[in-house]
């Protein structure tokens, strides 16, 4: 019988990555002395029945991904000293990024005390320095006083999971420096951050305009510091962020430049290749060039994994074997996996494995020569754009339908034209200065004009296309249907590929029925939004925060849940008063639904035209009422108790919105509701403890409370009083600091309940 062969790189990789991939569905990482002996129980079973070698590499996958998440989580800092204080000393990682505001870094902590004795603390930390922060220059080592607490974020539909990213880079804590005369420099540093900052100083000096500048340093060396919000807009809108932040072609064209540098030298120096074979050499400086180039554009993921293809095709080279495209991918795919199986939690890492997979199965030999090349780069972005949007829509919750169309336009001209002037200008300015400023100023015409083109192609209809949020069961067979799709010639109805897309663009939407509504009290940290919906129509209730740094949980927070829960229409924004914790991110939300109607408690004081919210106010959707209990015709003196106070009354219950009002509004309110219901009560003030008198909460008898706070928040909301309060009332209270963002159904047939909360719902092993 003849043996089993052992498996080739890419299925090596592959077995690996399932292994690795199913980890990250975990609720807990089960102890790392668990997995220890069957690992090697099983090691020895596939080295004595080849057959099982398959299902050894996944579960061997699965035991490196869960002890290396166990250290990364280790990393994080202890519970028990969550939002102390601490005396850091460590090493500036990366560059500092200046605002307005503040001063944000990473700081690679070393050493850290608490009142003077040393803690478990190490690794890197998140920071920001407010009131007029020192420079801040890259590797500087200093010595800092500074608040921290363990990674904490934000769980909602369509929301990004702040705390999965955390663990991905190894953040051990967040927090901002306070202000102490003991904060100093230690020493300044040399590192390749620092040869970063020069470059890109250099640039901003040398180019006028400074969003050319900023596009200019982002395409050189991914520096995208200089970028907004507006501009990352422009770049989704065209499906090319990947060009921004350095992609792998980037790292090719300075592999291509290399080569070019060491052809120029065998042509000056004929004999050279008498000493040193033309091909390993230019092999060796195809690799070189890459490598200094991803340190330079500070070794993406994209970066890392071009590098490491480079590095395999090299190698092979240098020992004068052949291999393939697909043994090179599953060779960067093993190398990526072994030195970090955490990458997995990035999009990026399935973003530029599974396009270049896809671009190796798909794609037919072609003749060489023009005609080839302007075939493969037509249908290689058909392919990436299909292909990849299951992906996209995955991890973003939107897709461009231009964007095949503006990489075509864009991946070329970037690559070709961008990015080896920027080389150019970049190597000058290190070598010599005075002769750089043309070449750059060259280069931030051509990123003008490039530029110029995606934010017109932008307005384009199409240019954001939004779906509901998308189920694992459909990622996988859109995937599968864009395998079918674009297999080689001879595979019988690749048509039907397409077939395989509808559940993910055309979901299964489950709207309530007459007479019911659904309801998402939003997790905004310290602030309201709460997301309502009936059959046909929708309102928003308070938007969130916004923050002088720019973050606006209108646009990161509200807007992504209302297109994740397949809500492409709003009727009403409802701003219950004009405090920021519930105003600031109105402005997001009516510009993301422009023809919506808008009302506020205090429309004198809202950064947009509003019309007034005043008691009596009512309307009915789809069997549902909708009636403004308060404010009254006369205003009162305190803001809070300007607040519209909604309620929402379908066939089933009834839910009560009440903004910020006190205890003493909440008599007037309790009276106004007329005629006791089934009630879910989203308490008011955020668990103040100058509301939710126990006579509100008696008269009201609600159902269920829930409570829209921030983890850990300075005001100390919901106020233990409070809680007491609910607790002898019997009625159980549920907080988004805890829970995540909640969702609330009210059938016309049965009373409102709670169907899910966010943090429960999907737990996962890096979520506290």
């Not at 989580?73 to 005396?87: A, I, K, Q, T, Y």
């Not at 006083?145 to 804590?173: Q, T, W």
């Not at 060009?243 to 540098?261: P, T």
């Not at 249907?481 to 595979?491: E, T, Y």
Request: proline content about 7%; aromatic content about 8%; hydrophobic content about 50%.
């Amino acid at each position: 019988m003849r043996e089993a062969r052992m498996p080739g790189a890419a299925t090596t990789g592959a077995a690996l990555l399932c292994g690795v991939a199913a980890v990250q569905w975990l609720p807990a990482l089960p102890p790392s002395a668990w997995i220890a002996l069957p690992g090697l129980l099983v090691l020895w079973s596939s080295l004595r029945w080849p057959r099982l070698r398959l299902p050894a590499l996944v579960l061997l996958g699965a035991a490196w991904a869960i002890w290396r998440g166990t250290l990364a989580l280790d990393l994080r800092l202890p519970r028990d000293l969550d939002g102390r204080d601490f005396d850091v000393t460590g090493t500036l990682s990366g560059m500092s990024q200046v605002r307005s505001d503040a001063t944000r870094f990473v700081f690679d902590v070393d050493h850290a005390t608490l009142g003077g004795k040393p803690v478990p603390l190490h690794g890197q930390v998140r920071l920001s320095w407010y009131d007029d922060a020192p420079a801040l220059p890259a590797c500087s080592r200093w010595r800092l006083h500074v608040r921290l607490r363990r990674p904490r974020g934000l769980l909602n539909p369509g929301g990004f999971d702040g705390e999965r990213s955390a663990l991905e880079k190894r953040i051990a804590a967040t927090g901002y420096v306070r202000e102490d005369i003991a904060n100093h420099l230690v020493q300044p540093g040399h590192c390749v951050d620092g040869i970063r900052d020069r470059i890109s100083r250099g640039i901003a000096a040398r180019v006028s305009d400074p969003h050319d500048a900023a596009l200019l340093q982002a395409f050189s060396i991914g520096d995208t510091r200089g970028l907004d919000q507006d501009d990352w807009e422009v770049a989704r809108a065209n499906g090319v962020p990947h060009l921004i932040a350095i992609s792998g072609f980037h790292v090719g064209v300075a592999a291509l430049f290399g080569v070019g540098l060491l052809r120029l030298l065998y042509w000056a120096w004929p004999g050279l290749a008498l000493r040193l074979p033309r091909l390993p050499a230019q092999a060796a400086a195809a690799l070189l060039a890459a490598g200094l180039y991803g340190a330079l554009a500070g070794f993406g993921l994209p970066t890392v994994r071009t590098l490491l293809m480079i590095a395999v095709v090299a190698l092979a080279r240098c020992s004068r074997r052949a291999i393939g495209g697909a043994q090179t991918l599953g060779l960067a795919l093993i190398a990526m996996l072994l030195a970090d199986p955490l990458a997995v939690l990035s999009a990026g890492f399935w973003l530029s494995f599974v396009g270049v997979a896809f671009l190796m199965l798909c794609l037919e030999a072609r003749p060489r020569g023009l005609r080839g090349f302007l075939h493969e780069l037509s249908a290689g972005q058909l392919v990436m754009t299909v292909a990849l949007l299951p992906l996209t829509l995955w991890f973003f919750g939107e897709a461009s339908l231009v964007g095949a169309l503006s990489n075509l336009i864009a991946v070329p001209f970037v690559s070709f034209v961008i990015v080896p002037c920027a080389l150019m200008g970049m190597l000058l300015l290190l070598l010599a200065p005075a002769v750089a400023t043309p070449v750059l100023k060259l280069a931030a015409v051509f990123a003008h004009a490039q530029w110029w083109l995606l934010e017109r192609m932008a307005a384009w209809p199409g240019a954001h296309w939004y779906l509901p949020e998308v189920g694992p069961w459909a990622l996988v067979l859109a995937t599968l249907g864009a395998l079918w799709l674009f297999a080689p010639r001879g595979l019988p109805l690749r048509g039907l590929g397409l077939v395989l897309f509808l559940p993910l663009v055309w979901p299964v939407s489950q709207l309530p029925a007459v007479g019911g509504f659904q309801a998402w009290v939003l997790d905004v940290g310290q602030g309201l939004s709460v997301v309502v919906r009936t059959r046909g129509h929708a309102l928003v209730y308070d938007a969130g925060a916004r923050y002088p740094s720019g973050f606006d949980l209108g646009e990161a927070v509200v807007v992504p849940a209302l297109h994740a829960l397949g809500i492409d229409r709003l009727d009403i924004l409802m701003i219950s008063h004009a405090d920021n914790d519930h105003a600031g991110g109105a402005t997001a939300v009516a510009e993301a639904f422009p023809h919506t109607a808008r009302y506020a408690g205090e429309p004198g004081r809202m950064p947009l035209p509003m019309q007034s919210c005043r008691a009596g106010q009512a309307w009915r959707w789809d069997g549902v009422s909708f009636r403004v209990l308060s404010p009254g015709p006369a205003e009162t003196a305190r803001r809070n108790d300007r607040s519209c106070v909604l309620v929402i009354d379908g066939e089933g219950g009834r839910l009560l919105l009440t903004g910020d009002i006190s205890s003493q509004v909440e008599p007037a309110v309790a009276s106004a509701l007329g005629i006791a219901r089934p009630t879910v009560l989203v308490v008011p003030h955020h668990g103040s403890r100058y509301s939710s008198d126990p006579s509100f909460i008696a008269a009201i008898a609600p159902h269920v409370a829930l409570v829209s706070a921030g983890w850990h928040n300075r005001f100390g909301h919901p106020h233990p009083l409070v809680l007491v309060r609910y607790a002898q009332a019997g009625v159980p209270l549920l907080n988004t600091a805890t829970r995540g963002a909640i969702e609330v159904d009210a059938p016309a047939t049965a009373e409102p309940a709670i169907k899910a909360t966010w943090r429960q719902r999907r737990p996962r092993y890096w979520r506290q």
